[in-house]
């Protein structure tokens, strides 16, 4: 058990890290650049450099901040989207906790996740942050609310909200087929709830200098940094498990499957970041709230009357 | 909504498109004869100095970074005794090279310069000087001027009748 945890934790901090280096040349070669090339081989080392940076700069606190708050916030996202990864499947037998509320338990903390960015911009005293953290709060409040419903049609097929069980029953037909409306609800909920571009209205540097963060610096800037990393590891871990049958597979060993998914997911965000612009706070709203929660809702009535009417009684998901 | 996909996917394909990046120091583009790179003072192709220390060039310099002192030798050549370009507030406009009557300051292609101390910038006379007579190999100012110098006397450059005896009635 213990070894599974320090396992998932190293895997999953190491991924954030490399997820920097990888970003960074995969816009790069998106906009027809190199990139960061030059530290190491294929620029790996430039991690290690910004490491180095991001510890020994000054761990600033602005007199005028919240202070208790101001150094709580960096830790919520952190913890948040590391205990989320407790549920994640990555292979049979490989999860850190099997519960049977695996998909809630996610749903929920990422929700908590939120009040990281919101205590930021709150505590920071500052008012770009404040805007950033009120547009942080917004979002999610509309996000979060079609992120849900948009799974549930996952969870009528399979039965059950535990994750392994989603999985395997994806065995005879990947959910992303007799789900396609939920898969494209939750990769768009998902881009806003990682507050990650086209979405990342919170952080605008455009508008808001850097939104939340703005007041961060050093390590507590790095943990942010992170976190939105971590959170892209994540939702693309769960997009897997979710859609495309996470670790299912032929040939190659299941935890192979698995990663290979999550990053044909993680580079799809990428690409997101690379080609799309951001939407005006009014436009993101007024998308999640009058387009993405109708069809949302729609797509849970006709799966849940697709398998009422069509699958026979004693053949439903989780009766049996 | 059809154009938000149509974009993501045309940057997908920009993936397999060349990068437009040079990767400068391990990979260089040629620069251009005429750019206007580090000042080097030129050579006649016999070897002797070209400046004259005229200050045409220290004249035209619009940041005054040009210094030199004219002198002569024995024979009535013309030369610099010193002549210093302080390249750390030189904006390589090529004014100098416009103004030089005898094409021996030039600017040349090269333009990796740079340097840990500000002091090594300013660059002196034997900095400066290069051997060739850079981009104008047959030149020589000195056989093609009127001025008489040791060795050759007015009249005997090049291309040059023998002056007009302004004392004699033959017409």
């Not at chain 1, 490491?51 to 708050?69: C, G, H, L, N």
């Not at chain 1, 499947?89 to 049977?100: H, I, R, S, T």
């Not at chain 1, 547009?135 to 996000?143: D, I």
């Not at chain 2, 149509?6 to 251009?32: G, M, N, S």
């Amino acid at each position: 058990m213990m070894a599974v945890i320090l396992g998932v934790l190293a895997a999953v901090l190491t991924m954030a890290a490399l997820l920097i280096w990888l970003e960074r040349r995969l816009l790069a070669l998106w906009q027809d650049r190199y990139g960061p090339n030059r530290v190491g081989p294929f620029g790996l080392l430039q991690v290690v450099a910004d490491m180095i940076k991001i510890f020994t700069k000054e761990d600033w606190v602005p007199p005028f901040a919240d202070r208790a708050v101001f150094v709580l916030a960096p830790a919520i996202i952190i913890l948040t989207v590391l205990l989320s990864f407790a549920v994640v499947p990555f292979a049979p037998g490989l999860v850190v906790q099997d519960l049977n509320i695996g998909l809630l338990f996610f749903l929920g903390l990422s929700s908590l996740g939120v009040y990281s960015v919101v205590l930021a911009g709150w505590a920071s005293n500052n008012k770009y942050s404040l805007l950033g953290g009120l547009r942080a709060a917004a979002q999610m409040l509309s996000y979060e609310v079609f992120m849900g419903l948009s799974l549930m049609g996952v969870v009528i097929l399979a039965g059950s909200f535990r994750l392994t069980d989603i999985v395997e029953a994806q065995r005879p037909m990947w959910f992303v087929v007799p789900q396609f409306p939920g898969f494209l609800l939750f990769l768009i909920a998902a881009v806003a709830e990682l507050r990650r571009l086209p979405f990342d209205l919170t952080e605008a540097e455009a508008e808001l200098v850097a939104g939340f963060h703005a007041e961060y610096s050093g390590i507590k800037f790095g943990m942010f940094f992170i976190g939105e990393y971590l959170g892209v590891v994540l939702i693309s871990a769960m997009i897997t498990t979710l859609f495309f049958g996470g670790w299912l597979g032929p040939v190659l060993p299941p935890l192979l499957w698995f990663l290979l998914k999550t990053f044909v997911f993680i580079s799809f965000f990428v690409l997101l970041r690379a080609a799309l612009p951001r939407p005006r706070f009014d436009q993101l709203i007024g998308f999640g709230w009058k387009i993405m929660l109708p069809l949302a809702l729609a797509n849970l009535l006709v799966t849940g009357a697709v398998v009422l009417g069509v699958v026979p009684g004693d053949a439903r998901p989780g009766r049996g | 909504m059809l154009s938000i996909l149509r974009t993501v996917w045309e940057v997908f394909l920009h993936a397999f498109r060349p990068r437009v990046t040079v990767q400068y120091p391990d990979e260089k583009i040629p620069l251009p004869p005429r750019y206007r790179g580090r000042i080097v003072l030129t050579r006649d192709p016999d070897g002797g100095e070209r400046c004259v220390a005229c200050y045409l060039c220290a004249v035209a310099c619009p940041v005054d970074c040009i210094a030199l002192q004219a002198t002569e030798d024995e024979t009535g050549r013309r030369y610099p005794a010193f002549f210093r370009i302080n390249f750390s507030r030189c904006i390589f406009c090529g004014y100098c090279e416009e103004a030089c009557p005898t094409y021996a300051i030039q600017l040349t292609p090269d333009m990796e310069m740079s340097e840990y101390k500000r002091e090594n910038l300013v660059y002196e006379k034997e900095d400066l000087q290069i051997d060739g007579p850079g981009k104008y190999p047959g030149y020589n100012f000195w056989r093609v001027s009127g001025v008489g110098i040791g060795g050759k006397d007015k009249g005997e450059a090049e291309r040059e009748s023998p002056p007009v005896d302004v004392h004699g009635l033959l017409p």
